[in-house]
């Protein structure tokens, strides 16, 4: 099982933060892509000259980040030795894998976690912070902007507020019942672990400068400040992408396999990020954030695992 993840929050979506309201089915539903949906650009169209090569390097980072800000960086040491492209496959050209169609046009916005008017590359800061449990480079300098380019080029012709299908994760239906990690444990022993190891600590380089295959929790994972510490979207990112192979159309895992094994992911030690700042409007919390307080009286183990339909009825009946 090769996950290849992000965490932060899902710079690829419009709008993570907030939850879809989901319900549960017994029946799967047809798996179909419209004909209409978006598809990464060519990379024959990125222009010549200086904005070429700003769009080109921009690729480069996203798709190598730990070659030049990991642990043996050649631009910085300042993050846990994962890739960009770890959450946002294809570097950001893959449906349901967190891609970059709509990200610059979704901002400047309102964050719902930081109640402050955000721009792009206060996400990025926010990406290596959380998902790259490191340090934020100068979001001025040569490297950000030109990941920036590269976005603004994925979304072209992309207007502010325009559904996109596929752009983030998918929100798979709520189980009636809690995620169970023991279970989970089973499925990642069965599935994951050829890649990602017997203890979540992924496959490295040779030299060691990132990894093949990214550790999935420990002291160079994701910190549990990332968006991928949401069981909801780390659930959907391995529905439609792992193990190596599965994609939207043919997924090898079923539904509750994937809310399991993302629970046993997300039950593993990993590096601790001070969230008291975050989520100051209690009433805009996603229901999976893992960490108290909340706006209901549902425990946070119950928010952290789910089941997730009563903490949505008594949201629905709250407004």
């Not at 390097?57 to 050649?74: I, N, Q, R, V």
């Not at 030795?81 to 901002?107: E, P, R, T």
């Not at 946070?300 to 709250?318: L, M, Y």
């Amino acid at each position: 099982m090769s996950i290849s993840f992000t965490m932060c929050g899902s710079p690829g979506s419009g709008n993570t933060e907030t939850d879809s309201l989901q319900t549960k089915t017994d029946q799967p539903k047809e798996r179909k892509i419209p004909a209409d949906a978006w598809q990464a650009p060519d990379t024959a169209t990125i222009p010549t000259g200086e904005q070429g090569e700003m769009i080109r390097y921009g690729k480069e980072l996203l798709a190598h980040t730990s070659k030049y800000f990991g642990p043996k960086g050649t631009i910085g040491k300042i993050s846990n030795g994962m890739n960009c492209q770890n959450c946002h496959l294809d570097a950001g050209g893959k449906l349901f894998g967190n891609n970059y169609a709509s990200f610059i046009s979704s901002y400047p916005k309102v964050s719902n976690r930081s109640g402050k008017l955000t721009v792009p590359s206060v996400r990025i800061a926010e990406c290596f912070e959380r998902s790259l449990a490191g340090k934020v480079p100068d979001t001025t300098g040569k490297e950000v902007q030109a990941m920036l380019a590269y976005m603004k080029w994925m979304g072209t012709g992309i207007k502010k507020g325009q559904k996109l299908f596929g752009n983030a994760s998918e929100k798979l239906p709520y189980m009636d019942h809690a995620a169970d990690p023991e279970q989970g444990k089973a499925v990642y022993i069965s599935k994951c672990k050829v890649c990602h190891g017997n203890n979540g600590e992924g496959i490295q380089l040779a030299d060691k400068s990132g990894y093949t295959y990214p550790p999935l929790w420990g002291d160079h994972s994701y910190n549990d400040g990332a968006g991928m510490y949401r069981i909801s979207n780390l659930a959907g990112f391995v529905k439609n992408n792992m193990p190596f192979g599965a994609t939207y159309l043919n997924p090898q895992l079923s539904d509750e396999e994937a809310w399991n094994v993302a629970a046993f992911i997300n039950s593993q030690p990993r590096p601790h990020r001070d969230q008291q700042h975050d989520w100051a409007n209690l009433d805009v919390k996603p229901i999976d954030a893992p960490f108290g307080p909340y706006a209901d009286g549902y425990s946070e183990e119950q928010h952290k695992f789910g089941p997730f339909q009563p903490i949505v009825d008594a949201k629905r009946k709250k407004s």
